[in-house]
């Protein structure tokens, strides 16, 4: 079954700094999710990117993906201490189930 | 801004004892979902709901596994028999359609088989 991937498996930066993680998946998808989860907590949902689109922004956050490299990145501008979390991305199968990978830990220093 | 709502935080029982985790789910939402995650591990996929039946469920939701929508606003997830590897964090989910829309999820209840 397909599944996101998403690298590197752990990232840490100074505040101020952007943060990129990737995600690969093996199939066709309907659209991708990013998720972050604080240690310990809840998914807080951060942006849904369809397969038509190629680009998205919400605030400090860009998303891009490309279909035919079955690939997506997430881009956190001027990180801050609070960004520090995992983040997932999560794809879609033929159905309504979502497919997570297995993060990226992403730790910002002040 | 409406959320997911889940009971227990925190769930303690023994093995072989029945337990029941409750989600609200955001109030215009159609479609529910359950998940879970073992400490350290991926988030995987347990079951979605529709219009009061199961949809989609995954290898893991085998006959231990149940779901339900008693009233109006809550979904809930049954084990009827734990088990030490049932140990693991639960997440319910809800959206307004499927696949096409974001699934928002609750905080989680975590579920420790003794």
């Known amino acids: 079954s397909q599944q996101g991937e998403e690298d590197p498996q752990a990232l840490s930066i100074q505040e101020g700094e952007n943060a990129t993680m990737n995600c690969s998946y093996k199939t066709s998808i309907n659209n991708l999710q990013w998720y972050r989860q604080n240690s310990g907590r809840g998914l807080v949902h951060l942006i849904l990117i369809r397969s038509n689109e190629r680009e998205k922004h919400s605030g400090r956050l860009r998303v891009t993906l490309d279909t035919s490299k079955k690939s997506s990145s997430l881009l956190i501008t001027a990180s801050r201490a609070a960004d520090t979390a995992s983040y997932f991305c999560?794809?879609?199968?033929?159905?309504?189930?979502?497919?997570f990978g297995k993060g990226t830990t992403l730790s910002v220093s002040s | 801004e409406p959320e997911v709502t889940q009971t227990p935080s925190h769930q303690v029982t023994q093995m072989g004892q029945e337990v029941i985790l409750r989600c609200v789910p955001i109030?215009?939402?159609?479609?529910f979902y359950w998940y879970r995650q073992i400490l350290g591990q991926k988030v995987e996929f347990l079951v979605s709901?529709?219009?009061?039946?199961?949809?989609?469920k995954s290898e893991i939701f085998d006959d231990q596994f149940s779901v339900e929508r008693p009233d109006g606003s809550n979904f809930t997830l049954k084990i009827r028999s734990t088990k030490l590897e049932d140990s693991a964090m639960y997440f319910c989910?809800?959206?307004?359609?499927?696949?096409?829309?974001?699934?928002?999820f609750g905080p989680g209840t975590r579920l420790t088989v003794l």
């Open positions: 709901f529709y219009n009061n039946e199961i949809s989609e």
């Open positions: 989910a809800s959206s307004t359609g499927g696949s096409y829309n974001e699934q928002f």
């Open positions: 999560a794809t879609d199968e033929a159905g309504t189930a979502l497919i």
């Open positions: 109030s215009n939402h159609l479609y």
